[in-house]
Structures are given as structure tokens and as C-alpha cells.
């Protein structure tokens, strides 16, 4: 018998069709027809004696069904399945040998991706929300139905969530609402980063990219100081700077190749933060 392992791995999607009716599920209070579960399997391609073949290396422990993927207001089923995920993987690899373990391991984030893509991830508003239902009394009230007491349980989860996190959301808000105003006062920092390569504001590899003296208590951004400018200048005052620094910068006239790209570097990024700043 001779078996030729290949590189191919593949994520294969077991499907099985749902009736109308209601199954037991703890996470799911859907009805209807058109509903599946889906069970992911990680499956990996060889060959045997010339013959192609597949094999298992990792199952999921539990399904999904498609009803409670598409349930945007209800994320329980989808926080539970992902953290399934993580644990059906971990043992997955204890029960496979060294090898078959290190190649699902080093496969990880392309699987991870693979089933984010049908299903998705929960945020972090996802898992907050799950939390908090799950620390309600799950307590049937007369006559109420699974999917009504479910939404019931959602609506109150959202409602403690939001009662909690209200103080922090206010802070927040009034945080950036003052960071806005300041900003609209103030002069422009020396820190402004042009889209073309720009490095971080304040990081060392700006210090030494930026062109141009630089002070301690200097406030003025580099490319206003490379074109001669000071704050507040125009669109107009910038291109004159350039016309005029045109003249003994080039190098045809006299000036070096690193001297008259610093400055066209300057004159990009001085136009690019009047025009930002005219459209916000």
C-alpha cells in the first residue's frame, strides 16, 4: 500500500435538513422549513495506491443551524458555537499524533477564517450580550412560548447591558466631544502624517524622517517649517513657497537630490493638511 500525502486541506460542511418542527436545542427557538444543521470537518487530501482519498482530522462536537446564524439579535447560539470551537480543537490535537498535531496547528488561523466566513465571529457586544443572558433566571411565565420567552430574555439582556455600560459610553462620548474642540482651537501639532509613508506622530522614526530644524517647545509641523511657512497659512501661500523653493532646490539648479525630495515631501504633505482640514 503506498500513501502520498499532499498539502491539500479542505474544510467539508455536513449538512442535515430540519423539518418544521421545533427540535431540542438550548440555543435555538426557531420553526420553519428550509432550516439545516451545519457540522464543519476538517479533512485532508492523499493518495492511496494512486487512488485519491481524504481523511478526518478534526470535528466539530456540535452543529449549528443556519436559523441561528441568520438570527442577528440573537448571538447566543454563535457565542456558544465559537467557544466550542476552541476547546473541540485543543482536544483534536491531544488525540492526534506529533505530526498530524503540528499541521492542524500550523493550519489554525486559515481554519479559524475558513468558518468565520459561514459562520460569524461574535463581537465583543456579542459575548457581553450572552453573558448577560445567561445570568437571568430562565423562568417560564403562563402561556409563553420558547421563541417568545427567548425574546423576552434578549430584550432584558440589552436593557441590563446598555444600563451598564451607559456611564461608560458618556464618558467616552464627552471625552472625544472635548478632544474635538480642543483640536478645532489649537494650531496643528508638529506630528500631521501624509498618506505617502508617513511614519507614526510623535515615534522616534518621524524624528528622523521629518526634514527640517527641529525645537523642543516647536509646535509648528515640520512641512510648514521645510517650506519657510508659519501657521496660519492658505493653499495659495503653500504653492508660492513651492514656486519660489522650486528655484535653488532643484536640482538643475544647483540644489541636491535628498534636499529636493524633502521638500517635495513637504509641499505634499502641507497641501494634503489644508485640504483634510477644509473638508472636515
Known sequence: ???????????????????????????????????LT????????????????????????????????????????RVAWWQDFEQD??????????VDGERLLDHYEWIRDELA?????????????????????????????PHEQRSR?????RRNMEERLRPLWEQERRYWQREAETARRAPPRDGYRAKAGGAAPGSQAEARTAPGPRKGADAMPWFFRELGLTWPCTEADVKAAWRRGVKHRHPD???????FIAFKNAYDAAMEFLQARAVA
Not at 89 to 98: C, G, P, S
Not at 153 to 157: F, M, P, R, T
Open 1 to 35: 500500500m503506498v500513501t502520498q500525502w499532499c498539502k491539500t486541506m479542505f474544510i467539508f460542511w455536513k449538512k442535515t435538513p430540519l423539518s418544521d418542527r421545533l427540535y431540542a436545542d438550548p440555543y435555538c427557538v426557531h420553526t420553519g422549513p428550509g432550516r
Open 38 to 77: 451545519l457540522i464543519p470537518l476538517v479533512k485532508q487530501a492523499y493518495r492511496e495506491n494512486g487512488n485519491p482519498r481524504n481523511r478526518t482530522l478534526w470535528r466539530s462536537s456540535r452543529g449549528i443551524r443556519t436559523c441561528c446564524i441568520a438570527d442577528i439579535n440573537d448571538p447566543a447560539a
Open 89 to 98: 480543537f485543543l482536544r483534536a490535537i491531544a488525540h492526534l499524533d506529533e
Open 117 to 145: 466566513k459561514i459562520i460569524p465571529q461574535p463581537s465583543l457586544a456579542d459575548e457581553t450580550l450572552w453573558w448577560c443572558m445567561m445570568s437571568l433566571p430562565e423562568d417560564p411565565r403562563p402561556g409563553e412560548r
Open 153 to 157: 430574555l434578549v430584550k432584558e439582556a
Open 253 to 259: 539648479q544647483g540644489g541636491s537630490n535628498t534636499g
